[in-house]
């Protein structure tokens, strides 16, 4: 499923750009669903509840209120991970999308050859960024969540929650199999406790600190994860 945002203070700007997607994205067999926004302000309000439930936006540079650039950056502080796309209406716009790590520009009214290109490099960008990110799905919807962004996760029975440095997310998992996942850079340091490596501070005797917080070790994980964990804050 690929979550996209349209961003344009222009109804017609962004219904046009909604079929244009979809019209391109259907017959490949792309699922989609478009979130549409009227202004940079709804949008960043709406992501500060919302991080990691987009993956593309198409973002118009020229809006009242927060400009594109202004709502880039917004964005690009909640969520690092996210695609962006600019959308402008003038012929002469030099681009200048370096600082918040944009994918490209389009020209209004889109143009098939064009918004067919860019869609092409979404897919693959998030095809070959897979593993930086992991995918939690609870009945809220599906979640992108960056790796580096965890500090751990905590399991009571089969009820997982993923800390991470901005909210919290809980979802139905075993623990073992979020581990699986996840991979090599977290580290399992008790049976309800599976921890990023880099996001430990210290280590203390039977317990590790992360953002202030003090987790236990137990005596089951106790080597294996303390040999872990030294030799990532070592590096």
């Known amino acids: 499923m690929l979550r996209i945002g349209i961003c344009d203070d222009s109804a017609e700007a962004r219904l046009a750009l909604r079929a244009a997607v979809s019209r391109l994205l259907t017959p490949r067999g792309v699922e989609h669903t478009v979130f549409e ?5 709804g949008l960043t309000g709406w992501m500060q509840k919302h991080a990691g439930e987009l993956d593309l936006v198409f973002l118009d540079i020229e809006m009242g209120g927060m400009d594109g650039m202004e709502t880039a950056k917004a964005l690009r502080a909640a969520d690092d991970g996210l695609l962006i796309v600019f959308v402008t209406g003038y012929s ?32 693959g960008a998030l095809y070959r960024d897979a593993d930086k990110a ?10 992108r969540i960056p790796k580096k962004t965890i500090r751990y996760f905590y399991s009571d029975r089969r009820l997982v929650t993923c800390v991470t440095d901005t909210r919290e997310y809980t979802f139905y ?10 991979g090599a850079a977290f580290v399992r340091i008790h049976q309800r406790y599976l921890v990023r490596a880099g996001a430990v501070d210290r280590i ?20 294996e994860a303390l040999i872990a964990l030294s030799r990532a804050m070592l590096e």
């Open 173 to 182: 998992a075993r623990l073992d199999d979020v581990a699986e996942d996840v």
């Open 134 to 143: 992991f995918l939690c799905r609870n009945s809220e919807g599906l979640y």
């Open 204 to 223: 203390e005797g039977g317990e590790v600190h992360i953002a202030g917080q003090t987790l236990p070790v137990s005596r089951k994980y106790q080597s």
């Open 37 to 41: 926004f009227s202004s940079g302000e």
């Open 92 to 123: 002469d716009f030099v681009f200048d999308g370096y600082s918040v790590g944009a994918l490209g520009y389009l020209m209004k009214p889109p143009q098939d050859a064009q918004l067919d290109e860019t869609l092409s490099r979404a897919l």
